[in-house]
């Protein structure tokens, strides 16, 4: 179940209503969403295979920029050449169609329209790395490789303040103790 205050931090953050939340995948350390579990169905209807969805629009804006330098084709070159890479690429892959099958079957979705499809190119291409970042922001580090290599790239973007409002940096470090 999602919060209401999570909802409307997520509209903030995406100028727009969210849609098939199924929860929050993970926090920014100023206690705000950043990514969103997603149903692999929308509201309606259609099918959504993006299961980690990247919210707060500073962390996007950065991967954004790592886009435009050439990374993706750097890493996709990778995946070609180092085959323990291309291994643990693949297990991000499954790991995602698990997941997803999960909260698919939570939400009493059947969508064969995207049965053994993730997203971010895996397991074969890098094509999104806001996707890879979510999962691994989400299912945390060690599942996809290429996720936590964004994740290293973009450093602290919460450490100038909250995408939106005032940043709950206090509150949420205090509730993890």
Not at 9 to 37: M, S
Not at 103 to 130: N, Q, T, W, Y
Request: aromatic content about 4%; hydrophobic content about 40%; proline content about 7%.
């Amino acid at each position: 179940m999602i919060e209401q205050a999570d909802v409307e931090a997520i509209e903030q953050q995406l100028g727009r209503t969210p849609r098939g939340i199924a929860e929050v995948g993970h926090r920014c350390p100023c206690g705000h969403p950043d990514v969103v579990t997603t149903e692999p169905r929308l509201p309606n209807g259609t099918p959504f295979p993006t299961t980690y969805y990247l919210t707060c629009p500073k962390a996007a804006s950065r991967i954004g920029t790592l886009e435009g330098s050439g990374l993706m084709k750097e890493m996709q070159a990778r995946l070609g050449t180092d085959p323990e890479l291309a291994a643990a690429y693949r297990a991000a892959h499954e790991r995602y169609l698990a997941a997803r099958a999960e909260i698919g079957a939570a939400a009493g979705h059947d969508v064969p329209e995207i049965e053994g499809i993730s997203a971010g190119g895996m397991p074969d291409r890098v094509k999104c790395l806001h996707v890879l970042a979510g999962q691994s922001l989400a299912q945390g580090r060690g599942v996809n490789p290429l996720g936590d290599e964004v994740l290293d790239l973009l450093g602290e973007w919460w450490a100038d303040g909250s995408c939106i409002g005032a940043c709950d940096a206090e509150p949420a470090a205090a509730a993890a103790e």
